[in-house]
């Protein structure tokens, strides 16, 4: 099993649909990210958990929700998304500060 | 504001050495970190400086100065397989990666 994995790898969504993106991390580690990555943009950090508490959320739009049940799995949960959030959704997961580990990604098109 | 700079785009030939940069001002510093990406797939963790010098690790090595808020990624022994965007991120003193848009390295034979 590989480190981070992240579900679905491809989404299309309607703006009026509701999906949740889904993440786990077989690596023992205590803390969970969400990025949105766009084309020649910077990583944008959504959220960030750390022993299942949020600890950080980067002025997200409520449409995005995040939920973390325990330390190895993190969700997205997404509705009446708008085209400008299509993007590359990736998941990460460290030990306390210590480098970040992704996920392959979930590449979310709104239409 | 907190920002990081790298060039969008570099060229180089196989078998080459290339020099990534990256410059940063950030509130504080707390550790710099770069990241491999290549298209369609995760960025992979590359190396990790928080004090002044050189460190290597096989065909690539990393830099830093933090008094020119400055640091760059050496590539050697170009292969192929190196094409890919590199990613600069720097820890502030908050303890949040603040991340540079990234450098795709296109690698010729």
């Known amino acids: 099993e590989t480190g981070v994995t992240q579900t679905p790898r491809h989404l299309v969504m309607g703006m009026t649909n509701k999906k949740s993106l889904k993440c786990e991390q077989h690596?023992?580690?205590?803390?969970m990210y969400w990025y949105k990555q766009s084309a020649k943009k910077p990583l944008e950090l959504m959220f960030v958990?750390?022993?299942?508490?949020?600890?950080e959320n980067n002025s997200v739009p409520s449409r995005f929700s995040p939920e973390c049940p325990n330390s190895s799995h993190l969700f997205l949960h997404l509705h009446t998304l708008q085209p400008e959030d299509s993007a590359l959704y990736l998941c990460?997961?460290?030990?306390?500060?210590?480098?970040?580990?992704f996920g392959p990604g979930t590449r979310l098109t709104v239409t | 504001g907190q920002n990081i700079d790298q060039p969008t785009e570099m060229t180089a030939t196989e078998g080459a050495i290339v020099q990534i940069n990256c410059t940063y001002q950030?509130?504080?510093?707390?550790?710099l970190f770069w990241y491999q990406q290549h298209a369609g797939e995760a960025p992979t963790f590359l190396s990790y400086?928080?004090l002044d010098g050189l460190e290597e690790k096989g065909r690539f090595s990393s830099f830093l100065s933090r008094s020119k808020g400055y640091s760059y990624l050496l590539l050697k022994e170009l292969q192929m397989k190196d094409s890919a965007s590199y990613l600069c991120?720097?820890?502030?003193?908050?303890?949040?990666?603040?991340w540079g848009a990234g450098t795709k390295l296109i690698i010729k034979p």
């Open positions: 990460a997961s460290s030990r306390d500060i210590y480098e970040q580990y």
């Open positions: 690596l023992g580690h205590n803390a």
């Open positions: 958990y750390n022993f299942k508490e949020q600890t």
């Open positions: 950030t509130s504080g510093f707390n550790g």
């Open positions: 400086n928080v």
């Open positions: 991120a720097v820890r502030d003193s908050n303890y949040q990666l603040i």
